[in-house]
C-alpha cells in the first residue's frame, strides 16, 4: 500500500509528500498521529520543498553563478562602505524590489561595486525573486544580434521581465549611438516597472561618454535617478590591497 500510495504522488508530481511517506508513517505511528497530522505534516514537507525548487530555480536563472551574502562584506574596509551600511543592508531585503526603486552603485574599480550587486542579487533570489544578472555589453550584443536575427522585441522582453535586473561594467566601454538607443529602451521599459541595479565607474556628469551624447545620457540618467539609491563606494583597489597582503 505504501509503495502505491508514492507512486500516486509522484504522479501527481507531489515529490516532496512521496520521499517522506515511509519515515512520516513510521513517526505518525510511535507518535499516535491522527490521520489529519500525518497528512498536514506531509503536505508542510511538500509546500517546502516546492519553496526550495523554486529558490534554487530562481538562483539558476540570475545567471550569478555565485552564492555571496551581506556577511562577507566588509564594512569596515573603507568609510564609505560603513557610513552606508543601513542602506546597503536594506537592499538586502526584497522591499526596495516591492517598492520598484532602482540603486545605482557608483566607484572606482575594485571597490566592491560588483561584488554588492550580486549579494544584493543572491539575497533577492533567496526571497524567490526573479532576478537576472548581465554585463552592459553583453547585454547590448545579445540585443544587437536578435536585431539581426529579427527576435528583438522577444530579447527586449527577456530583460523587461526580471523583478531585478542588475547591469554590472557600465562605463569601461562606450556603448555607440545604437548601443544607446537599445539600453534607453530597456531603461525606459523597466522605469517604475520593475527595479535596476546598475554599477559604474563614472559619475553622471562623464555619461555622456558612454551613451554617445549628453542627451542620451541624460534621458538614461533622469528614469535611473528618479526615486532611486545612489551610493558611491570610495577607497583603493580591494583586490589590489589583498593581492599585495599575499605578496
Not at 59 to 65: A, E, I
Amino acid at each position: 500500500m505504501t509503495e502505491a500510495l508514492i507512486l500516486k504522488c509522484n504522479e501527481l508530481k507531489l515529490k516532496g509528500f512521496a520521499e517522506h511517506i515511509p519515515e512520516a508513517l513510521t513517526y505518525a505511528k510511535e507518535k499516535n498521529w491522527s490521520q489529519e497530522r500525518l497528512l498536514l505534516h506531509l503536505m508542510n514537507l511538500e509546500i517546502e520543498r516546492r519553496k526550495q525548487s523554486r529558490i534554487d530555480l530562481r538562483y539558476k536563472q540570475s545567471k550569478l553563478n555565485v552564492q555571496i551574502t551581506i556577511d562577507q562584506f566588509d564594512f569596515n574596509y573603507h568609510k564609505s562602505r560603513k557610513n552606508q551600511k543601513n542602506t546597503i543592508l536594506n537592499l538586502t531585503q526584497p522591499e526596495f524590489i516591492n517598492q520598484k526603486k532602482d540603486v545605482i552603485l557608483i566607484g572606482h574599480p575594485g571597490v566592491g561595486k560588483t561584488y554588492l550587486a550580486k549579494c544584493i542579487g543572491y539575497m533577492a533570489t533567496q526571497a524567490g525573486v526573479k532576478v537576472l544578472f548581465t554585463t552592459a555589453m553583453d547585454m547590448i550584443n545579445q540585443l544587437i544580434a536578435a536585431e539581426a536575427d529579427h527576435s528583438l522585441v522577444k530579447k527586449l522582453t527577456f530583460y523587461q521581465s526580471p523583478s531585478l535586473l542588475i547591469i554590472d561594467e557600465i562605463g569601461y566601454l562606450p556603448l555607440g549611438p545604437h548601443g544607446s538607443n537599445l539600453f534607453f529602451q530597456v531603461i525606459s521599459s523597466r522605469h517604475q516597472e520593475k527595479s535596476t541595479v546598475i554599477t559604474t565607474n563614472l559619475p553622471f556628469s562623464e555619461w555622456g561618454k558612454i551613451f554617445d551624447s549628453t542627451v542620451a545620457a541624460t534621458a538614461i540618467a533622469d528614469r535611473l535617478v528618479y526615486d532611486s539609491e545612489i551610493m558611491v563606494l570610495e577607497g583603493v583597489s580591494y583586490r589590489k590591497k589583498e593581492r599585495e597582503k599575499k605578496s
